[in-house]
């Protein structure tokens, strides 16, 4: 069973527009979310990371965590063809953890 | 700024042989990974090395060696090709227990 579930597979969103990816994880012992982005072809690279409860901001992207449900999602506003990746949600218990879980990730393609 | 090396890029063997993947770091972190990406199925941990000379077993360690000799390197084996395999093999490295992981660009592994 996979411990970190992402949802949607695939989302495809005009240029301009918001898109919302989703995880949530089963292991109740994880405190710490990660949002990597994986451009085709490309290493992942991390984007955002969040422990506390509530929201982060970093430009166009918006992380939400809600630690009692263990579910994270991501929003990218203004969405640029750029954007179109495979985005990995990982979970770790804090920070100082040598095992993250990474889910399979949600394929974001965004149209021109 | 550091970079994180991979090679080769592209690895095509044949069933039963064994093969040798190599990664090369020099941010100086102390702790390295393999992970394996399949389609579909996310990033799976193989083996990770928290310090020159230690090999930790990951969740996808069987039909895999590695070899961590110095601290800027750290080598995956696979032991015996299965035929039709193809998937791409990530490092990434972090300072020691950090879940902040730089990537390589992978190897592409096709078995024939």
């Known amino acids: 069973q996979q411990k970190v579930q992402q949802s949607p597979e695939s989302l495809i969103v005009p240029e301009g527009g918001m898109a919302s990816l989703n995880c949530t994880s089963s292991?109740?012992?994880?405190?710490y979310f990660w949002w990597y982005r994986q451009h085709s072809g490309k290493s992942p690279k991390m984007l955002m990371?969040?422990?506390?409860?509530g929201e982060k901001e970093e430009g166009r992207f918006t992380v939400h965590l809600n630690k009692a449900s263990l579910h994270t999602s991501l929003h990218i506003r203004d969405s640029q063809p750029s954007d179109s990746a495979l985005y990995l949600c990982a979970a770790s218990r804090g920070t100082n953890a040598y095992k993250v879980i990474f889910g399979k990730g949600t394929h974001l393609h965004v149209l021109p | 700024g550091g970079i994180i090396t991979q090679t080769p890029k592209f690895l095509i063997g044949q069933e039963g042989q064994k093969l040798t993947l190599k990664c090369q770091q020099n941010f100086n972190h102390d702790t390295m990974y393999w992970y394996r990406q399949d389609s579909g199925k996310g990033l799976r941990l193989i083996y990770y090395?928290?310090?020159?000379?230690?090999?930790q077993k990951g969740d996808l360690s069987e039909g895999y060696d590695a070899s961590r000799e110095k601290k800027s390197s750290f080598s995956l084996t696979v032991t015996s090709a299965q035929k039709n395999e193809m998937a791409v093999f990530l490092c990434?490295?972090?300072?020691?227990?950090?879940?902040?992981?730089?990537f390589g660009s992978g190897t592409r592994l096709l078995v024939i």
């Open positions: 292991d109740r012992n994880v405190d």
């Open positions: 090395s928290i310090t020159e000379n230690d090999l």
């Open positions: 990434a490295s972090s300072t020691q227990g950090d879940s902040d992981y730089t």
């Open positions: 990371s969040i422990f506390s409860n």
